[in-house]
């Protein structure tokens, strides 16, 4: 599976974006997906996760209620809306996969190049 990720942006505190992350090759659907953020000088964290069949989903609470992530297998696309988007959510967003729910980035792979979201105050 290849991951592209796009529709980052600049934007301002209260905003929105909707990123995408569209991956190629038929085994997509086999996998949960996870989005990442990693800001500068800090480590990638886990924001939210949804299952292969998007059937359950797991939100850090830092965007718990702004944040939803959804997934179009006929699409082989997985959709975050981002709401309410606050300064510190600025950092570059990357999507990968995973058989499992896990915060841990190493235990996902097939990692996209990530798209920049940068929130003004």
């Known amino acids: 599976v290849q991951l592209q990720a796009s529709g980052g942006g600049l934007v301002q505190a209260g905003g929105s974006l909707r990123l995408s992350c569209a991956a190629s090759?038929?085994?997509?659907?086999?996998?949960?997906m996870g989005w990442f953020r990693q800001a500068p000088g800090k480590e990638r964290e886990l924001i939210v996760y949804?299952?292969?069949?998007?059937?359950?989903?797991y939100y850090a609470d830092s965007v718990k209620g702004r944040f939803t992530i959804s997934r179009d297998n006929a699409k082989n696309t997985v959709f975050l809306q981002m709401n309410n988007l606050k300064t510190e959510d600025t950092a570059v967003y990357y999507c990968?996969?995973?058989?499992?729910?896990?915060?841990?980035?190493?235990?996902?792979?097939?990692w996209g190049q990530g798209t920049q979201v940068t929130v003004s105050s």
């Open positions: 990968a996969v995973a058989r499992w729910l896990s915060t841990r980035p190493q235990a996902y792979e097939n």
């Open positions: 949804i299952s292969r069949k998007g059937e359950s989903t």
């Open positions: 090759g038929r085994t997509f659907s086999s996998y949960g």
